[in-house]
Nanobody, 125 residues
């Protein structure tokens, strides 16, 4: 089992920045990809960004391109999401997720097997 713990959320003004972190433990040797997804009331978890743990290839939602950067630190078993130029529409609970095997579509919630507890990001106008 993979255990994920997110941190770094908080309150920030529009135009500001935050960096989220996700520390993974447990069966990390079988992990092939990790991602950030976010959730607002009444909606499912929306894809934000993903990165392969095999080749470091990354992908972003259109809303995140040019503003967010996903990265990893293999030695620390840690995933990061650097968020710049935040706006109120980015307000959500952000979740770290891990996939234990190759998936057809990394953008869908069902592709991931393990989830953290989430960290709240609130952007004021």
């Amino acid at each position: 089992q993979v255990l994920l713990v997110e941190s770094g959320g908080g309150l920030v003004q529009a135009g500001g920045s935050l960096q989220l972190s996700c520390v993974a433990s447990g069966g990390t040797n079988s992990r092939v990809g990790m991602a950030w997804l976010r959730q607002t009331p009444g909606k499912g978890r929306e894809f934000v960004a993903a990165i392969s743990w095999i080749n470091s290839n990354s992908a972003y939602a259109d809303s995140a391109k040019g503003r967010f950067t996903i990265s990893r630190d293999n030695a620390k078993n840690t995933l990061y999401l650097q968020m710049d130029s935040l706006n109120p529409e980015d307000t959500a609970v952000y979740y770290c997720a891990a996939a234990s095997g190759v998936r057809t579509d990394y953008k869908v919630e069902s592709s991931y097997d393990y989830w953290g507890q989430g960290t709240q990001v609130t952007v004021s106008s």
